[in-house]
């Protein structure tokens, strides 16, 4: 087994022998994780604390079935997803922007567009503009940048939270870096 997962296993395990205080700690460690993920997708305070609510109680049902074929992170990060996603086909509300793009676009190779993320968020006003950009994206483009940059996930790993292919996180990441951008230079009259 490699080295990474260890302390996955220690806490599943301690977790599954009902140790005192084990599955508080599981919460700790993934309930951001879970809050970024669910929130980015739903938008409702309520909601989203419910679903978390949700996903910890998924996890707790289901952990038995952990395998550390990937890491803990990963699993509960796609238990809070799929939950998020089911709560999102309930209401009706449409994952990704139904407009203009049918799915056949050029696969992505570089996420990378000249656009930096980091650098728009120094200037507090701007930060403002983005958050509000940001929002306005539809709930998966928003769950995949709050993935990747708050999580500071990997594209790989982000495949296995969201069940998409690797090419289609980084077309997201692509199209909605570059909606950010236009939005920002047409807020701000900067050039992003």
Known sequence: MDDIHDPDRALVDAVLANRPGAFERLIGEYQGLCWHIIYRMVRHPEDAR????????????????????????????????????????????????VGGDNGDHALVEQVGDGFDLESACADEEIAQHLHAAIDAL??????????????EMPIAEMAKVTGLASGTIKSHLFRSRLRLRGVLESRTGVAA
Not at 66 to 85: H, N, P
Not at 138 to 151: A, D, G, K
């Open 50 to 97: 419910e679903l978390c609510q949700d996903t910890f109680l998924r996890v707790h049902q289901c952990l038995h079935q952990y395998r550390c074929e990937s890491a803990l992170k990963s699993w509960i990060g796609r238990v809070a997803y799929t939950i998020a996603l089911r709560h999102l086909q309930h209401k009706r509300i449409p994952l990704v922007d």
């Open 138 to 151: 539809p709930p998966l483009q928003r769950t995949l940048l709050t993935l990747y940059y708050l999580e």
